[in-house]
């Protein structure tokens, strides 16, 4: 739970408009403070919470398709979970995307722990990291063409497995 | 994979530097790793210059997995995230869905999650050191801690009748009470634990080749194990005094007296050490919540439909009949609101966090698991870099590294 303190350093720095998370679904659970920060201003936001709201540990980076969500409003909603070394205070930095500038600002710059975790997302939802120092797939093989964790990608696939190219002792 | 290589050589090598630079490629099934991850490594003689990881080899899709299976089912994936301490993914899992869901599981259940977990960290640490010692030269106390493991798996088995795929835990409780048989042999363990440990400290310890192939190796500093989102263990022991348990109690850490271990050296043979001392603590908490063990049920009450009511009450009276076909009928199943959480537990190896998004159904919309592993194995590149080959197997034992868990 974020302490008022923070929300007010937001306010008095930001305004209050751009990151209030409203009513958009789905909700926060109780007990959890969320922001929602404009796509253009996200690395601005978080350079803000680092260095002079204390947050200097990076959770979690990661990423949720709202394709099928009933009221959704937006596609991507990218989610950075920061946390306080000292005081424990959490805060959960939202930022929503929609197709096709599916781009933000990297926070490898902020954070060393946030390459492989943005790496992750950009392999599984494709959503790319200016800046980022290198931005190649991690878990599935480079020559896999989709973003799998995307709502539109099958359970089983589209047959990568069966097609997957053998390599001969020749080749080798 | 020729990209994993192109990106370990630096833009513009010299033909001097050539001559002496060449690339080792270790694993991805290789003993000493003990799973299956690969790395590239750039080596001048012995001295490692540039690793690089490529991992994505046990690759199982279990977050997309988590977007198909309800909540109760999908607790046997957790199992096998980090096959290590599988209790505590089951405890994260459910911890995370009954947050979700606004659901507080009674005491007795959360003193009884609280054993099992910090079991798992006892079973997780022994197997971490003991193989970081086998790796390093020091087969005896690997043997020790083994067989120790051993008899906690076999509690486990008496615990729910698997000594890995345990999937204790259900949405509200847990698959059922703590058997007398379990407590007793739990007891029993308790007694003759503590020697056997002290033997392993005494083999270890003060063990030349052990300490001098793990002092100063790898050393992590504070500022660096923050920056690289650092959790557990690893963080504590490079002076990050942060323990989820201390810090945001969860399932009744508060009741508890313990420790927060931590050290400032940061390199791998305090992350060993500060693993053997949060046993003493592991210990402690166990002895504290069997003695106090609260009466009363385990499960929540059936009016929260998520669990499945008693069967006595299924066969005697109309109500919890219905609340059984609640439960079970596929068309019916318990709701959960349109709303996101993030819940994390202290796990063996750092912070376990899972992201959940509800939909209205009982399968989650999304299932993020933040693993430790994962982002722990991104600074072995760091930890390395300027080491000799050998050290590798140190680094890797002290960062206890789950492919499974790593790749998911």
Known sequence: ????????????????????AGDRLPSASPGESRIVVPQSQLAKYLKFLKTDCGFDLLVDVTCVDYLHFRNAKDRFGLVYCL??????????VRCYLNEPDLTVESAVPLWEGANWLEREVYDMFGIVFGGHPDLRRI???????????RKDYPLRGRGERHNFHRLTREEG | MATALEASRPDTPSSEELDYRWTLNFGPQHPATHTTLRLVLQIEGERVVEATPDIGYLHSGFEKIGEHLNFNQYVTVTDRMNYISPLANNVAWHNAVEK???????????????????????????????????????????????????????????????????????????????TPAFISELRGWLKTFPAVFADVLRLLNRNRIF???????????????????????????????????????????????????????????????VR?????????????????????????????RTILPDKSKVYNTIEGLISHFEVVMTNRGFQTPLAECYSAIE??????????????????????????????????PHLIRGHLVSDIVAVLGSLNVIAAELDR
Not at chain 2, 143 to 151: C, G, H, T, V
């Open chain 2, 347 to 380: 796990s063996p190896n750092g912070e376990l966090g899972f992201y959940l998004v509800g939909d209205g159904s009982e399968i989650a919309y999304r299932a993020r698991c933040r693993p430790p592993s994962y982002i722990h194995f991104a600074m072995f």
């Open chain 2, 276 to 304: 053997m001392d949060e046993i003493t603590e592991s210990l402690k908490i166990i002895h504290q919540a069997l003695e106090n063990l609260p009466a009363g049920p385990v499960n929540v009450d059936a009016d929260e």
């Open chain 2, 100 to 178: 979700l869901l606004g659901i507080e599981v009674p005491k007795r259940c959360q003193y009884i999650r609280v054993i099992l977990v910090e079991l798992a960290r006892i079973s997780d640490h022994l197997l971490c050191n003991g193989a970081c010692a086998l790796d390093t030269g020091a087969f005896t106390a690997f043997l020790y801690a083994f067989n120790e493991r051993e008899k906690l798996m076999h509690l486990f088995e008496t615990l729910c009748g698997a000594r890995f795929t345990t999937s204790y835990t259900r949405t509200g409780g847990l698959m059922y009470d703590l």
């Open chain 1, 83 to 92: 946390a306080n070394t000292t005081t424990s205070e959490r805060l959960i």
């Open chain 2, 211 to 273: 300490v001098e192939r793990t002092k100063g190796i790898g050393v992590l500093t504070k500022a660096e194990a923050i920056s690289r989102s650092a959790t557990g263990p690893i963080a504590r022991a490079s002076g990050v005094t942060r323990d989820l348990r201390k810090d945001q109690p969860y399932m009744s850490y508060q009741d508890f007296d313990f420790n927060v271990i931590c050290s400032k050296e940061g390199d791998c043979f305090h992350r060993y050490l």
């Open chain 1, 1 to 20: 739970m974020a302490d008022t303190a923070t929300l007010d350093k937001l306010k008095a720095r930001f305004g209050e408009a751009d990151w209030k």
């Open chain 1, 139 to 149: 878990l599935l093989p480079d020559e896999f063409a989709d973003h799998p964790l």
